[in-house]
């Protein structure tokens, strides 16, 4: 497992906004002490926290660089099925 700080757009470490590799499974976002984002490496399905995966505008800035997506584009991901809301912060991923 890799733990790493996401960089800013000049290169700068944020501070409390995390990627973690894991390397069977896939890539997480973390902000703070929350899960956000969960992509696996073997399965096209995104998977965001039902409640936190839009909490503040410096969540949404990180997750959607974590993603390379805009909130917009994530919306109608989720509309059509290709992101998937669950609880990642409850043990069921």
Known sequence: MKVYNMKSSSGKEVPN???IEEDNNGRYFQSYS???AYVPWNRPIVKLDINKWDYS????KY???FL??????IKEAIKTGI????DLNGGNI
Do not use: H, S
């Open 63 to 65: 997750r959607n660089k």
């Open 57 to 60: 505008v410096t969540t949404a």
């Open 17 to 19: 906004q995390f990627i």
């Open 68 to 73: 390379g997506m805009t909130t917009k584009e």
């Open 83 to 86: 992101i998937e809301l669950v």
């Open 34 to 36: 929350t899960i956000i």
